[in-house]
Every structure is written in C-alpha cells, then in structure tokens.
C-alpha cells in the first residue's frame, strides 16, 4: 500500500468542503499559534478547479480590528463580481479582530493541527465562531 502524500491528504478533506451553497468561507485554526494560511491557499486552489469559480484568497491574520472591516468590503466585492471569496484568520481565542470576519461570511472550517490543538482549544473556538456555521474541519501535521 503506498503512503498518500500529506499535501494530497489535504486536497482530499477539503473536496468535502465544497459541498453546500456558500460563496464566502473563513478558515480558522484551532489553536492559538497556529495558522490556517496553508489551509486556505489550498482550499482556494481546489475551489476553483472544481466549482469553475475565481476563488480568490484573502488574508486577516495578524491585522487589526480597524483594518479587517476593508479586507470584508474587498470580499463582498469578489462575491459579487461572481467569485468565491477564501479568508484566512489567527486563531480566534487569541485575536478577536477575525470574528467579525466569521459573521460576515456563510461557512468556516476549523483547522486542527495534530499535536498541536487540544479539545479545549477546538472546542472553544467552536464556541466562538458558533457551531452552526462550521462546514467542518481538516487535519494537517503540525508543522503546516
């Protein structure tokens, strides 16, 4: 049995996302620390190939409050010119600028990273984005 690449790993759980009617998601990891950047470029790839949508990646980790507010006006802007719209946020136990983020968009998925997230920690941060919106999750090594 061969042993499946974990890029390819990752393209696999993500084309479990693509499910649903959504034109907006925020990927958000689980942990404070960690980054969802990974997580999002790829799932912006894969959007594209399999919706045939411009998925266009947009970047809120490490801004403020003040500066999230233009980067959810660019989103609304791409949705509405017919793209899907990617945003990449810190963990929202360390940095509330991204739940403004999660309110503007339709889904989110949770990024776990092994060795790294603790229950606590997921579950936290399901609390704060609201479990109803979460599409679902994805796993990735810990250094990715």
């Not at 696999?12 to 990974?38: D, K, N, Y």
């Not at 109803?132 to 090594?141: S, Y």
Request: charged content about 15%; aromatic content about 2%; some cysteine.
């Amino acid at each position: 049995m061969s042993k499946v690449a974990p890029q390819q790993q990752l393209y696999q759980q993500l084309l479990t996302c693509l499910r649903g009617e959504w034109h907006s998601m925020v990927v958000v990891p689980a942990s404070p620390g960690s980054s969802a950047s990974m997580v999002a470029n790829a799932l912006a790839e894969v959007s594209t190939l399999v919706r045939g949508k411009k998925a266009k990646l947009f970047s809120v980790e490490g801004l403020g409050v003040n500066d999230v507010s233009k980067v959810i006006v660019d989103m609304m802007q791409h949705i509405g010119a017919g793209g899907l719209a990617i945003a990449s946020i810190d963990s929202v136990i360390a940095a509330q600028s991204g739940i403004p983020v999660t309110l503007a968009v339709d889904v989110a998925l949770l990024v776990v990273h092994l060795g790294v997230t603790d229950t606590a920690d997921a579950k936290r941060t399901v609390e704060l984005v609201g479990e109803k919106k979460f599409l679902g999750a994805v796993t990735v090594e810990s250094g990715g």
